[in-house]
């Protein structure tokens, strides 16, 4: 049977309506999928600034004298390697290399780190957490009640926020503390739309002040379709559909962010599969004579479209999907299986979609 719990909302959930945004269920949360149309608020990322409101992420810290040495076990990638007010991009696998969930994770203090999940893993998340850390020396909390989460992303957005800030925004992949628009915030050098900015973590009751002093400066609000389409000109991952417990890091082609040498969970598994070679590997490709293809669309020969939808920015369907490593060579031409008809893509190199793009 569906589930009948109430929809959470976020912090800045009347804002929403006010700018009559079009609300829809996401990861148990009700989100603003659009306000102004999909392609007026992609071009605003991609050519100005806009804001997303994410507050519906998870973060957990995990402190202690043994924070890093359990972090080390259960990430994929080198935690030693974050500096103090460093981030870093890892995995979250199980023993057979299954991927759990792709997280950022900050090091705010020498044992200190926040780690921000995502939305519909957060319960899952925190929960395989706290069972890894039995016998290390370390704390894991949920600070998901602690944070709302705003992200201002576009060539705009760092000139903007820098001008709201009363101390220099940390660089790209660094993190601190900071007082933006009169809030204290966490102030975070990531996003996930292939543009420069920053990710913001006020108090939840400081969001809405936040948010209104960005969008009096002209920051344009941006709903979860153009964030789809935005990290997806840019091949960013997206769990659930680019990402799942039934393949691994290597087929992701996330190999980059697993350091097996570390001897994280899964670490075996992912190694073999390394050594071996993937049967499959997902891949980004474009539509070759019109039409989209969307989640689920069979590839023609093996394989299946994990990510679809038309780019805004290079005006043509596009998609991520895992298809035998055979073909997963850029310019190799394949067919996906559009609800009984056949449409031609081709594989492409990664990103999509650059500001180099003809």
């Not at 400081?206 to 920051?219: F, I, M, N, S, Y």
Request: charged share 20%.
């Amino acid at each position: 049977m569906p589930d009948a719990s109430p929809l959470l909302r976020t912090p800045l959930h009347a804002r929403h309506v006010e700018a009559g945004a079009r609300l829809v269920p996401f990861a148990g949360f009700e989100m603003p999928v659009q306000y102004a149309g999909v392609l007026a608020e992609h071009r605003a990322v991609r050519e100005n600034a806009g804001v997303f409101d994410v507050s519906h992420m998870g973060e957990v810290e995990t402190s202690g004298p043994g924070a890093a040495a359990f972090l080390q076990r259960v990430l994929s990638n080198d935690v030693t390697r974050i500096a103090l007010s460093g981030a870093q991009y890892s995995l979250l696998c199980r023993e057979d290399g299954g991927v759990l969930d792709d997280l950022f994770t900050y090091r705010l203090g020498p044992e200190r780190y926040l780690t921000v999940t995502n939305a519909a893993n957060h319960a899952k998340d925190l929960a395989w957490l706290q069972r890894q850390a039995e016998g290390f020396d370390c704390t894991v909390t949920d600070r998901a009640a602690d944070y709302a989460m705003l992200a201002v992303q576009g060539p705009r957005a760092r000139d903007i926020v820098q001008a709201m800030s009363e101390q220099p925004l940390p660089a790209r992949f660094t993190a601190q503390p900071g007082r933006v628009a009169g809030c204290e915030v966490l102030i975070c050098g990531t996003g996930y739309t292939g543009e420069d900015g920053v990710e913001l973590l006020p108090r939840p009751q400081d969001a809405v002040a936040l948010w209104d002093a960005l969008t009096a400066r002209g920051v344009v609000p941006i709903g979860l379709a153009a964030r789809d389409t935005l990290r997806l000109e840019v091949c960013f991952h997206l769990y659930g559909n680019d990402l799942m417990e039934s393949r691994g890091p290597i087929e992701a082609g996330l190999g980059w962010a697993c350091k097996e040498e570390t001897g994280f969970i899964g670490a075996e598994a992912v190694r073999a599969v390394r050594e071996a070679g993937p049967t499959e590997k997902l891949v980004p490709f474009v539509m070759t004579a019109g039409g989209l293809a969307r989640q689920g669309n069979p590839v023609v020969g093996g394989g299946e479209v994990t990510s679809g939808t038309m780019g805004p920015s290079l005006g043509v369907g596009i998609g991520m999907a895992y298809v035998p490593a055979a073909l997963a060579v850029p310019g190799t031409e394949f067919e996906i299986d559009v609800r009984g008809k056949k449409r031609p893509a081709a594989v492409h190199t990664k990103p999509l979609y650059s500001k180099e793009t003809p």
